[in-house]
Every structure is written in C-alpha cells, then in structure tokens.
C-alpha cells in the first residue's frame, strides 16, 4: 500500500532535504499525504529527524503512563475479563488479547473496513471504537458468525462465488455484509456495491462480493 | 497516544462537569473522528467522558411541528427516519452521501457537527498548523491545497469543512441546543454555530469548553420538501466532498415556475457549512430556470479565493449548486 513505510529512516531524511523527483519537502509531503499511509511516513519522518513531534496541539507529551481497567468484554456469546489499556481500541483488544485475529487491521483509521465487527448486531469499525466503549454491549466477530461446522450464509456465498483473492480484507467483508442483510439493501448491483462502499478490497474481487451479497439476501447472483 | 483516564457518564450534568472542570477534557460520543485524531497524535486530552450512554438518542417531533433530533442519534439512523425522508430529503441524502455504512452507524448528530477538517497538514501532527498549534504558521497555504477551501478563508487558515450533514442542516435553518456547566441552556442557530477559521483557526464552533450538545431541532417549514443534496467527489463513494450543495425551493408550479423562497448551502469549498443568503436572493422572485440558477450560483461565489492548487473548486461548486438546483425544482413533491 505504501513503500514508503519500509524505507529507512535514514533515507527518509535525506529525502527531506533533497526530495523524490526533484519536489521540495513539502511538496512531497503535500502530495504523499493523500494517501493515509503516508501519514505514517510523516509521523516516521518527524521520529527520525527527532524535531516536534513530541509537541503537538501546542502542549509537551507526557512521560508514558498508562491508565489501566479492568472491564469485561462480551465478544461472540463469550465474557472475557480484561486488564484494559485506556488507550486499547476494540480491534487490538479482540487480537491481542482475546486472540481473536480474524478481524483485520487494514488502515487503522476508519478508511478500509478491514476491522468490521458487530457491536449489538450493527456493522461498525473496531479500530475507532475503544474497547473501554464497549462493555455491556454484544461483539460478533468473523469468529463467531458460523454455528459449529455450519457456514453463516454469507460465508457459504463468499467461499461459493470466490468472493476474495487474497483475503485479508474477506472477514470484513464478510462481517460487512452480514450487518447490511439486517439493515436492509436494494438488490441490484450499483446498491449493493454502495452498501458495501465501507469495505475496501485490494484485489479487486468486487465482482464476486457483489454476487455473494446477491445471493446471501437471496436475490439472484450476477 | 497520549495516555488518558476514561469515564462513563449516565447523565448530561455529569458529563458535562466532569468535562468542564478538566481543561485537556474532551467528550467521546461515535469516536469516528475523535480516536482517529487521538491515534495521529493530533487530539491529546488527559480524559475522555464517554457520553453513548446519555439518554440523548431520540427522533421526536415538536408539538409546534418541526423535529427535534437528539445529539446521540446515529447517522444511519437518522439518514432512514420515514419523516426526515419525507420532510427534509436533503437532510437524508447528505447523511448517506457521507463516509460508510459502518461509520454512519457509530458517528453521532452532535459529533458530526463537531467534525474535524481532513487538512493534511492539520493531520500529519508536524507541520506548521495555526489550527493544530496557534501561531505555527499554515503549511496548506503554500503547500499542496488542492482539496482546501475557497470561502470563509483568512492569511491563517484554509482548512475545509469536511461535513455533509452540517450543511444540510445550515440549508433547513436547523438550531442546535445545548447545555452548560450552571445548568443553563441554549439554542444557537446552525448558521451561526461554526465559525470561520479567521483571526483564531483553533475555534471552530461558538461552544464553550464542557458544553454539550444536546439537540438539533429542525423547524416546520412544508416546501422543505422539495430539497435535494448533491455532493462531487474524487470517487463514487466513501470520499469527501470537493464540493456540495444543500438546496431547498418553494416554487409556484413545477420547473420554470417562479421561486417565492430559496435555500442554498454549500459544501467543501468552505471553512465551516456555508449558507449563501446572497444566492438565496438572487433565487427569490426568479423564474426557476438554468439561467437564474447559473446568476444564483455566480452569487454564491463571488467572494471566493482561490490558492494555487484549488481554483477548479469556484467553477465546480457553481456547476454542483445549479445542478443541484435542477434537480430541486424537478423534484415531484
């Protein structure tokens, strides 16, 4: 997605000073940070130069303390008791400490849907949701949507219709679209491809996701 | 991410003095911008008043007429109420012209309202930023600014508003209510809620620290009907505007007949959601034609500024408005 995150810092820099293809810095910048990635690489960039990125929204960073509590997490039908990190979101709770890594994390920043999940059975993303937020509420992950050996309908479709290539942005699709079935879709193609616009797929296999959603609300595949 | 304490709060009074008595407090509703900003290390509070649980989630219509729209209510769901679809379809469309099926169903009316600019240079948490940092100077203008704003602009800030929803609701006169520490309330029209980012770009909204949105009431107004939200995007989908408009007409007969009253807000060409009363004048009395459309549009930009990458946006938001308009005066109502 981005090659800039595995330059050197070193070489990232230089490029400060020189700049790719001859652009100033902050022309670089400018155009480099369409692309959320690239945010990334600014923020690496900053580290590495050392400068001001410990100031920011005018006020000095603490020293790191963090803020620990203990909440529970009701995740697929099941109560985990979690020593919370404040600061945790919903996604790396699930991943790091449930052990559920079937949820995704694509951007980290609500732009890919990578980290789909259901909280109280609506499709929202778990990397801007703090798992602190979460307590009292019912999380469904790709994890917990088939009933033993049973496929969910949705995931029958998807493995039917070879609905993803390389398939790490399938179990937020999937999640996606099981969520969209219960807020309700208009079966045509352009519809569909609207209500799964949340959910971004590098390979490109937006047709066969359109034709598994199709026939997992039981209209016809494409 | 700077570390912070969290807290639930039950009622609005909690909340809000917990929020009020803290400086570096901020409140957490659908979290859509707020955590994103907090993991770019752009928003640092010492606490977080986490107010999903506030009874502030209801759709209600007013005894006088009119809607009053609670600020917990999501914006999938508002996006769907049959009367909001009914009465102010802008409103609706907006909302579903807005990020995704899944962020709908976390970001709040309140929160959207309070919705941060996507400036890069805002964003990336090292440049120079008079919104992000006072006095740090503005890399967007001479940076790259193609997405930034042409209206409402000052010599400190060009930062966009990124919202639909907001404009939509400066189109119907909406009135936000909220509520302060002494227990006081008040009711502050949309169109004066958001504030240009001139003298003092780090004040984006009329609110005071640890005041909270509590409402948005949409006033009775039945020609609201016919109105329609037009968004122009870099992709189909799940993008930002790079230019909107919010367009209501109350019109004596279908296209072509004359406009007793007009509507006109715009949408990614601004430093806050941009009521244009200049092209709602240009509009009242006309025949609603391409013609008057094309003079409203004229009118609404007039006092645009454009920086290097970004003059496009003046000729594309006046084509966004007088289609926009078309399709108001074609509605079926």
Not at chain 1, 72 to 88: M, P, Y
Not at chain 1, 117 to 129: A, E
Not at chain 2, 38 to 57: F, Q, S
Not at chain 2, 262 to 267: C, K, Q, S
Request: glycine fraction near 10%; hydrophobic fraction near 40%.
């Amino acid at each position: 997605m981005n090659r800039d995150d595995n330059r050197d810092p070193e070489e990232l820099d230089g490029a400060e000073e020189h700049g790719p293809g001859g652009l100033n810095r902050r022309m670089f910048l400018g155009l480099s940070l369409t692309a959320v990635p690239a945010v990334r690489f600014a923020a690496a960039t900053a580290r590495a130069a050392g400068k001001t990125a410990g100031k920011t929204a005018g006020k000095t960073m603490k020293p790191l303390k963090t803020a620990k509590m203990p909440v529970t997490l009701n995740v697929n039908g099941q109560e985990h008791h979690i020593d919370l990190d404040s600061r945790a979101s919903l996604l790396d709770t699930l991943r790091e400490e449930i052990g559920l890594t079937g949820t995704k994390k694509g951007c980290d920043h609500g732009q890919c849907g990578a980290c789909t999940v259901l909280v109280d059975d609506r499709r929202v993303l778990s990397c801007l949701t703090l798992a602190a937020m979460v307590p009292g509420r019912r999380v469904t992950t790709v994890e917990g949507l088939a009933q033993g050996d049973q496929l969910h309908p949705v995931q029958a479709a998807f493995v039917k219709h070879d609905a993803f290539q390389c398939g790490y942005c399938t179990p937020g699709q999937i999640v996606s679209a099981v969520g969209l079935l219960r807020e309700g879709c208009p079966d045509d193609p352009a519809a569909i491809r609207e209500c799964m616009s949340g959910n971004l797929c590098r390979c490109g296999a937006y047709p066969n996701i359109v034709a598994a959603v199709r026939e997992a609300r039981g209209g016809k595949p494409a | 991410m700077n570390p912070f304490s969290f807290h639930q709060a039950a009622q609005p009074d909690e909340a809000i003095h917990a929020v009020a008595g803290d400086p570096h407090a901020k409140f957490l509703a659908g979290g859509t911008t707020l955590v994103d900003l907090l993991r770019l290390n752009v928003e640092t509070p010492d606490a977080l008043v986490d107010i999903n649980a506030l009874p502030l989630a209801k759709i209600e219509s007013l005894p006088g007429g009119g809607v009053r729209i609670g600020a917990l209510v999501r914006n999938s769901d508002l996006a769907s109420d049959k009367t909001i679809c009914r009465h102010y379809p802008v409103l609706s469309e907006a909302l579903l012209s807005g990020a995704s099926p899944q962020l709908r169903n976390m970001a709040t009316v309140g929160g959207n309202l309070m919705q941060r600019t996507r400036c890069y240079y805002f964003r990336d948490a090292i440049s120079p930023c008079n919104k992000r940092q006072p006095g740090s100077g503005c890399a967007a203008l001479e940076g790259y600014n193609r997405i930034h704003a042409v209206l409402g602009t000052s010599d400190r800030c060009i930062a966009t508003f990124p919202g639909d929803m907001p404009v939509a609701m400066a189109a119907l006169d909406a009135v936000v209510r909220t509520r302060r520490r002494n227990g006081s309330e008040r009711t502050i029209p949309l169109a004066d809620f958001h504030v240009s980012y001139g003298d003092d770009p780090a004040r984006e909204s009329v609110l005071e620290h640890g005041e909270l949105i509590t409402a948005v009431d949409l006033p009775a107004v039945p020609w609201l009907a016919r109105s329609t939200y037009l968004k122009v995007r870099d992709r189909a989908s799940y993008e930002f505007a790079l230019a909107s408009a919010a367009v209501a007409l109350d019109l004596e007969g279908g296209r072509g007949g004359h406009i007793r009253a007009a509507r006109v807000a715009l949408g990614g060409v601004a430093t806050k959601p941009w009521r244009s009363r200049e092209a709602e004048q240009a509009l009242t009395g006309a025949k609603a034609d391409e013609a008057a459309f094309r003079a409203a549009a004229d009118a609404a930009l007039r006092g645009a500024r454009e920086q290097k990458h970004n003059g496009f946006k003046i000729e594309l938001a006046k084509r966004t408005l007088v289609r926009a308009l078309v399709n108001a005066s074609e509605m079926k109502v």
